[in-house]
């Protein structure tokens, strides 16, 4: 079945450091995937998507881009802030195929010192 | 625009134990979602409505775990009997449909003794 793999945490960078963490996909058919956060103490929020092969999400200063190729959806952030310190879940979804159900990864912490 | 409202925030029982845990989705989302989310894990789903309809309950644990969704609104997702390994946090998620984005509210955060 659907499947995501995330590289593991926790990521620990300094302010400013440039941001990478890893994000691959099995699906069998064309799923939008997706990067959702979750700050300390708060709900799932979503950060960005991308719905189609060679799309670029943004937001917040972080990218993602959809390599079909790959099969992969890198998160990157070019500065990173203390504030940015949250647990980040790469997800896909097979809207047409199979609902709109979310298959998340695992999870990865990030912790940001200053 | 109020957000998911999910209730109660945490709770703790022993098991063989029942619990059931409410959610509020955002006014006119027809979608509703239940993912389970075990410590160090990404949420999974356990079942997902359309209206009142149940869409996905595939990997819903029937023998006692259950869900509704009457008259298309709110939820309640219900286990009985608790088992150790149900410690989890419930999170309940609407969308306007299937195809748009999902949005969570705060979840259950749900101990078993």
């Known amino acids: 079945g659907d499947s995501v793999t995330q590289m593991e945490g926790p990521v620990t960078l300094s302010e400013e450091a440039f941001l990478t963490i890893n994000c691959t996909y099995t699906a069998t058919g064309y799923p939008s995937l997706f990067w959702y956060v979750q700050y300390p103490g708060e709900g799932l929020q979503l950060l960005l998507k991308a719905t189609k092969a060679d799309d670029k999400g943004s937001n917040k200063g972080f990218e993602a881009t959809y390599r079909k190729e790959t099969t992969s959806f890198h998160l990157e952030k070019g500065s990173v802030q203390v504030s940015d310190s949250a647990v980040y879940f790469c997800a896909l979804s097979d809207i047409l195929g199979k609902g709109g159900k979310l298959i998340f990864g695992q999870g990865t912490e990030l912790s940001v010192k200053p | ?113």
Not at chain 2, 11 to 33: D, M
């Open chain 2, 1 to 113: 625009e109020a957000g998911v409202a999910q209730s109660p925030r945490y709770k703790i029982i022993e098991k063989r134990q029942s619990v059931a845990f409410w959610c509020n989705p955002i006014s006119g989302h027809a979608t509703l979602y239940w993912y389970q989310q075990i410590l160090g894990q990404g949420p999974k789903l356990l079942i997902q409505f359309q209206n009142n309809g149940v869409v996905d309950d595939s990997q819903l644990p029937k023998d006692r775990f259950s869900a509704e969704r009457l008259k298309g609104v709110d939820s309640t997702l219900k286990i009985q009997p608790a088992k150790l390994e149900d410690s989890a946090v419930y999170l309940c998620a609407s969308s306007y449909d299937r195809r748009n984005e999902q949005f969570f509210g705060p979840g259950t955060r749900l101990t078993v003794l």
